[in-house]
């Protein structure tokens, strides 16, 4: 599993609350992604990281947040739950080198009413 | 945004019969990678593939990269009812840091 949690793994929260998501590693990857999965639209990307501090926006960044304070965690935040936001969420990391790949953490299903 | 061309979208097949589904995509790809997805689970990778034309196995499943790096295919031999899942294809681009995903193949098997 490369050592990846999500937590929580489970939210239902209403329209117009803050929501922040937490991923964890513990083998000191430089790389971590944030990833929505919808029926009809597979997986995308959301936000990355390529370091501490160091964030750029995926292709469905609107309306999300990011920060990475610490290599072991990534937080996605979203600042103010819209409904189109619920879904389920995955966080991967990156492995470098010759085996240069991408391993996924378990997700957080979020429901926003 | 770029997406693979992943084919078929769904599969019905009887148990113990062999299964092929394939990626094929307009940009040249270093990396291409197979995952399963089971319900309630994170995709979990099966086969990482880096050069064109190699050939990978682990266990039943077996993929390759195509000569033209513009495509990949996934084959699972005698299939059992754990294959049944979620089958996505990805690529990456040459430095690029990030993934370009198919929509994947939903695997039925009936008993």
């Known amino acids: ?113 | 945004g770029q997406q693979l061309n992943q084919s078929p979208q769904s599969m019905f097949i009887q148990e113990g019969e062999d299964v092929s589904m394939n990626c094929t995509s307009s940009s040249i790809f270093n990396t291409w990678l197979w995952y399963k997805q089971d319900p309630g689970e994170g995709p979990v990778l099966l086969i990482a593939l880096y050069k064109a034309g190699e050939l990978t196995s682990n266990g039943r499943l077996t993929a390759q990269f195509g000569i033209t790096r513009k495509d990949s295919f996934l084959n699972i031999s005698a299939s059992i009812p754990s294959d049944v899942g979620i089958y996505f294809c990805a690529g990456q681009l040459s430095g690029a840091q990030k993934l370009v995903f198919g929509q994947g193949t939903r695997l039925t098997i009936n008993p």
Request: aromatic share 10%.
């Open chain 1, 1 to 113: 599993d490369a050592g990846i949690t999500q937590s929580p793994r489970h939210k239902v929260t209403e329209t117009g609350t803050p929501v922040t998501l937490r991923c964890h590693q513990t083998e000191n990857h430089r790389y971590m992604y944030w990833y929505r999965q919808d029926p009809g639209h597979g997986l995308r990307l959301i936000h990355y990281s390529y370091g501490v501090k160091d964030t750029d926006k995926g292709e469905v960044s609107d309306g999300y947040s990011v920060s990475r304070s610490k290599t072991e965690d990534f937080l996605l935040t979203l600042e103010s739950a819209t409904s189109s936001q619920t879904s389920v969420y995955f966080c991967a990391i990156r492995t470098s080198g010759s085996t240069d790949t991408q391993y996924f953490g378990p997700g957080t299903r979020l429901t926003v009413l």
